[in-house]
């Protein structure tokens, strides 16, 4: 079964950090784009950012430039999302995707989310 998996969501008080992991299981993620999304209760997912496959370029949303770092290492199959200075607003589910392009549409396979809860 091809999927993937987020890890590293938890509790943390406003200003903190967190590092979230995306892996694959089932295929390698080596050679596709990796997307972070989020969705917070009652809204739309919106797009967090995006790494290319060689992790050259990433593209961030506004609202975490600055903030939010994308890297990638391939050795270890692993996408990270370093999270600084967090704020309430980021409370939201994050979700991982691999595709061929940063494109919203181009995305192929779908982690099930881990909760991220930024709160005093």
């Known amino acids: 079964q091809l999927q993937l998996v987020e890890s590293g969501g938890g509790l943390v008080q406003p200003g903190g950090s967190l590092r979230l992991s995306c892996a694959a299981s089932?295929?390698?993620?080596?050679?596709?784009?990796i997307g972070w999304f989020r969705q917070a209760p009652g809204k739309e997912r919106e797009g967090v950012g995006c790494i290319s496959s060689s992790g050259g370029r990433t593209n961030y949303a506004d609202s975490v430039k600055g903030r939010f770092t994308i890297s990638r290492d391939n050795m270890n199959h692993t996408v990270y999302l370093q999270m600084n200075t967090l704020k309430p607003e980021d409370t939201a589910i994050y979700y991982c995707a691999a595709g061929s392009s940063c494109r919203r549409g181009s995305y192929e396979y779908w982690g099930q989310g881990t909760q991220v809860t930024v709160s005093s």
């Open positions: 089932g295929f390698t993620l080596d050679y596709y784009t």
